[in-house]
Every structure is written in C-alpha cells, then in structure tokens.
C-alpha cells in the first residue's frame, strides 16, 4: 500500500473528468450494508480502497472512517481520514467532504498531506456554487477557501489550480451583482443599481461583466441626473474596451443625452 495514495488521487482530483464516472455510481450506495466487523488495520484501510476504485464511495468513506475507529492510534488512521474526506468529496456529500477535512487539518495540522486537505476543502464549497438567481454564500465560502489555499501554499499545484477557480469565482459574483443591478434598473430603483454596478467595476474588474456594468453606470448616471458621471463613464468605456457593443451603446446614449458634457 503507497503511503503518498493521497497525494495521487489529489492529481487525479486536479483532473476532475476522472471521478465524474464515480461520483455517479455514488448515489447507489447508501442503500448497501458495511459489514463493520473488527480486522486487522491493513486489510480494513485495503477494502476501503477496493471500495473506492469500484465506485462505492459512501462505502469506502464508511470503512475508512471505521480504519480510525478500530485502529485510532495507527498511521493508517491518519491516512483513512483524509482519504474518508476524499470519498465524501467523490460522492457529492461536501458536507462531510469539509468536516472531514477540517478535523485531518485540526489534529494533524503539520502533515504533509495539509496541502491537500484544504485544497479538499475549497473543491467541496466551489463544487456547490449555484447559479446567479440564488444566495452567494456558498461561492464566498469557496473564494475565502480558494484564497487560503493559494495564501499558504502557493507554489503548490493546489494554488495554481485555486488561482484558475479565484476568476471563475469572482465572475460569478460579478454576475450575480449584474443580475441584481439590472433589477433595481427594471424597477427604477437608480441609485440601487449605480451601487451595485459601481461594485463590479471596483471590486471585479477583471471579469467578463465589466464593460456592461460601465454602461450600465453611464444609463443610471443620466437617469440620475449626473451627466458628467456618464460621460466619464462612457469615456472609460471607450479607453478600455474601445470595440465592445457596450461602448458603442454607451456612445449613441451620451451623444443623445450629454451632449457638450466633458468627461473631465
């Protein structure tokens, strides 16, 4: 049995593709009966794996969990709790993916396998980012885990893959902004929206929603009766992203509205 295991399966999690097939099959496990019946550390920790490499990851993550309680003062037992983490995180069960990987990080903080541990823990929170329409917490609990993983590993291949989320992550929270603004706008609520608009250009500016939201401003500028604010809007609009449909929107509004304004 390899004693880096975990640090294998984590270059298999970086792939992503290759437990989509068993997360699938996880689903069919809870119905099945682990025998929990006491045997030796080796043989408990390779069924467990045997579990895992046929797709049987509630199974697996109940064997490994029972490697810790038969045998709690084995190195097997550090190895089964973060490999029980992994099988939860296989099986869609994120929550005691989490749980499971914070309790390895608190009793065994120093371990080699920290890295991956908490690398466990984002995926299990980015992994549940909803869409737009629904509450965010889940995506700012994946973005504070995200960072902490690249904060205190970052020449890990855990901290380039976090990096890579952090700007997926930050889009979806710009769009979920936009989605929020562009309501207030529908309901008239102008200031509402300019607020919110005004976010994503300070907070996500190098997302995708960038260029809408300074048109969107250069819209809630002129309804707000702030002409100057648009026209500086606008203007930014044009230096940054010159040939964007939003800047040729911008353009004909300010021209129709603000006409004369300078952008100084």
């Known amino acids: 049995m390899s004693r880096h295991l975990p640090r294998q399966i984590a270059r298999a999690a970086l792939a992503a593709a290759t437990f989509a097939s068993l997360s699938a099959c996880a689903s069919n496990d809870a119905g099945k009966d682990v025998a929990y019946v006491a045997r030796d550390v080796e043989s408990l920790y390779a ?29 097997w037992a550090r190895r089964a709790q973060l490999m029980s983490a992994f099988s939860y995180y296989v099986a869609r069960d994120y929550n005691k993916a989490i749980q499971n990987a914070q309790r390895f990080l608190s009793i065994h903080p120093g371990n080699k396998d920290a890295p991956y541990a908490y690398y466990l823990i984002a995926l299990s929170y980015y992994e549940q980012i909803s869409d737009v329409n629904r509450d965010q917490k889940i ?62 250009v300070e907070k996500f500016q190098t997302t995708s929603h960038t260029p809408e939201a300074l048109f969107r401003l250069t819209e809630t500028s002129l309804a707000l009766g702030v002409r100057e604010e648009a026209v500086k809007y606008a203007a930014v609009l044009g230096a940054n992203y010159p040939g964007s449909e939003w800047y040729e929107r911008a353009f004909k509004l300010v021209d129709k509205n603000a006409s004369g304004v300078s952008a100084s």
């Open 47 to 75: 069924e467990a794996q045997k579990r895992l490499d046929r797709g049987n990851t509630l199974q697996a993550a109940a064997l490994f969990d029972e490697v810790e309680r038969q045998h709690p003062y084995s190195p």
């Open 139 to 200: 995506t700012e609990q994946a973005q504070t885990a995200l960072r902490e993983v690249n904060r205190r590993f970052p020449q890990t291949e855990y901290a380039a893959d976090a990096r890579l989320k952090l700007d997926l992550v930050a889009d979806h929270l710009a769009g979920k902004e936009m989605e929020i603004g562009r309501h207030y706008e529908r309901m008239g609520l102008w200031l509402a929206a300019d607020i919110r608009f005004r976010n994503v």
